[in-house]
């Protein structure tokens, strides 16, 4: 006979283990009646019961994990008792290896793991400095000219560039950036589409024709011509495992392609969006880190890498990673009901005052000063941990930290307004524009 559910607890049979708290009612209630964040709800909870905590915002509870051993419970130790829904962008990436599940995710992760991790970095060098050039010569020239910039659209620029020379080989041009400009407004109108797949495709038809426009003919292309100025690219690695893979339909690496350009860019981006504003209120840090060491010394590159690594930790790249639980299961001594949705949240993670001392402040050297990080692996993960942990990491690294070495040195940005606050959908971004000229 199953046990009855008790009040503030999740229902359910368990030999062992305590319910997960959970938040009052009435916190819920006063939470909607003032319209906030999703996070402000999460931190609430967070706040009040710990690390593993549990909320309703239907008739079933949700469990939001932030505790760092049981955030490596959920990710690292066991993804096969906490898995992944249809991802909330299938509609935009399809079955990409980012929504893909089971064996089609182990095999398309093998394909594309080679391609971001040592030898396979090595080869996309040339293209992220490429990108990088490109951007500081146009910063010169805006400066030069006193023109005002959009740093989140050049920040946006910069890394679809990047990507694109990385999937194609060819420099991104005039005509291809303005069509794939549907690829963030898909991104940003996704939280607030509706869920049935067909209803949801209506409002963001035209958007997805564009990307769909554009990826045939890279494809065609790619097929058809070779490698571009810069050798080949990730598309043809997928057309190459198209010979010997039949999965590798026209579909699936259109659908490989538009979750590397999503993957590829739009984190990227935000992150270092949010480092240029956080630096123009943290100005000593820019000045910290370029005195760190001369032009391309190790010293200066650790130091950049920390600014980029002190913004993921306040601004990580997927701020929550949904999973659900495939079974029952013991999660730092709480117990889970098969059925249950888990949230694990970065976001809060990264910003736990048990954790992080004086986590609001942003302090680069608590990645560059011995001790002054938290060790656990569950404490810092930007991109995730576990099997399911972003492929693109180091890449986002190195192109960040390349076009840092680039722009800190040469240009100061000076901000005519910055976004008011940050929206929280697929990633956390800076919610407006955020005009600058250059000094």
């Not at 760092?68 to 906490?82: K, Q, S, T």
């Not at 992760?109 to 490429?130: K, V």
């Not at 690594?309 to 790249?317: A, G, V």
Request: charged share 25%; net charge neutral; proline share 9%.
């Amino acid at each position: 006979m199953a046990t009855p559910a008790r009040p503030g607890s999740l229902p359910g049979p368990f030999p062992a283990g305590r319910p997960v708290p959970e938040l009052e009612p009435a916190l819920v209630r006063e939470w909607r009646a003032g319209g906030g964040e999703l996070v402000e709800l999460f931190a609430r909870a967070r706040e009040r019961l710990g690390g593993v905590a549990a909320f309703r915002l239907g008739p079933d509870p949700t469990v939001l994990v932030t505790d760092p051993r049981a955030v490596r419970h959920v990710l690292a130790l066991h993804p096969g008792r906490y898995v992944k829904r249809s991802h909330r962008a299938r509609l935009l990436i399809g079955d990409g290896v980012l929504a893909a599940t089971g064996e089609a995710w182990q095999r398309q992760r093998r394909l594309l793991q080679s391609q971001f991790t040592g030898p396979g970095m090595r080869r996309y060098e040339q293209r992220i400095d490429g990108a990088a050039r490109t951007t500081a010569a146009r910063w010169a020239s805006y400066a030069r000219d006193g023109q005002v910039l959009d740093v989140g659209e050049e920040m946006r620029r910069f890394a679809l560039d990047t990507i694109w020379r990385s999937l194609t080989g060819h420099p991104l041009d005039a005509g291809t950036e303005r069509e794939l400009a549907a690829v963030p407004a898909v991104v940003a109108a996704l939280p607030s589409l509706p869920a049935d797949g067909a209803a949801a495709h209506g409002p963001v038809a035209d958007d997805l024709a564009r990307i769909d426009a554009v990826a045939g003919l890279a494809i065609a292309a790619a097929r058809d011509g070779g490698a571009g100025p810069d050798g080949p690219g990730l598309l043809h690695v997928l057309l190459d495992a198209a010979g010997t893979r039949p999965e590798y339909t026209d579909r699936l690496i259109r659908d490989e392609l538009v979750t590397l350009l999503v993957a590829g860019h739009e984190t990227t981006a935000s992150t270092l969006t949010w480092l240029h504003l956080l630096l123009d209120r943290n100005p000593q840090a820019r000045e910290r880190a370029l005195a760190a060491g001369g032009e391309g010394s190790p010293e200066r590159r650790q130091a950049l890498q920390a600014l980029v690594h002190e913004t993921l930790r306040l601004y990580p790249s997927a701020w929550i990673l949904p999973r659900c639980a495939s079974e029952d299961d013991l999660l730092a001594g709480h117990r889970i009901e098969a059925g249950t949705d888990v949230l694990v949240c970065p976001y809060l993670t990264h910003r736990d005052p048990g954790l992080w001392d004086d986590p609001g402040r942003f302090d680069p050297e608590r990645f560059t000063t011995p001790g002054r990080r938290p060790t656990h692996p569950g404490s810092y993960y930007p991109f995730g941990v576990g099997p399911r942990a972003c492929l693109g990491l180091q890449f986002a690294l190195r192109e960040s930290t390349v076009l840092l070495e680039h722009l800190l040195p040469a240009h100061v940005p000076h901000f005519r307004s910055v976004p008011a606050r940050a929206a929280y959908g697929i990633t956390v971004r800076p919610d407006g524009p955020a005009p600058a000229t250059l000094g």
